[in-house]
DNA sequence: AGGAAGATCTACT
DNA sequence: GTAGATCTTCCTA
């Protein structure tokens, strides 16, 4: 399958969200692939965003954010691991978070991992991905577009415009009036409706 | 040093 | 479905 291009990446965060929508993470681990259909994401933005990680300026550890759009930006919230590519138009700042997959292939794997049975509960959540996906820190920076890496996100099923759905994000102290938040309808594996 | 943070799990009403 | 404990970094003082 088609490795998503760096084009893909460098625009308006809140267009790379729905974009992402039906797209394919696959996590490439030595022995074998785990991959899922993203099926929840949100956009966050840089320093008017009060909601992002970049809002109070420029710091090592959001430095990924302001950096080159197609790599990854991870960091811990409440001990979980939550991953995001960088998306953002050439000077802007800005990423989307993976909220939800749907888990296609290496079940097992992620069900030793996440140390759970439950399939809606694999991958339904920010942290529980990462988890079911092996992806830490260690993976902060990787380039998501150069199909050698050990994440990349490639081609999937095209999402039609009425399976979208819209709402604000989850979990935020201070949102934007937009709502940035898009999940597949009726998706089991969506964190939530 | 202390606390907040884009969450999750468990144990209940 | 909601409430409380706990998870581990990074920020602010």
Known sequence: MKTLPRSFYARDPAAAARELLGKILVRRLTGHVLSGKIVETEAYYGENDPASKAYRGRKPFNEPMFREAGKTFIYMVHGNWLLNIVAHQE???????????????????MKRNREAENLKALTSGPGRLTKALAITRDLNGVDVT????????????????FE????????????????????????PFVSRS
């Open 91 to 109: 000077g802007e700042v800005g990423a989307v978070l993976i909220r939800a997959l749907e888990p296609l292939q290496g079940i097992e794997v």
């Open 146 to 161: 150069d199909s050698h890496s050990d994440l990349t996100v490639v081609e999937g099923s095209f999402v039609e415009s």
């Open 164 to 187: 979208v759905c819209t709402s604000h994000r989850i979990g935020v102290k201070a949102d934007l009036p937009q709502k940035l938040r898009f999940y597949v309808k009726a998706n």
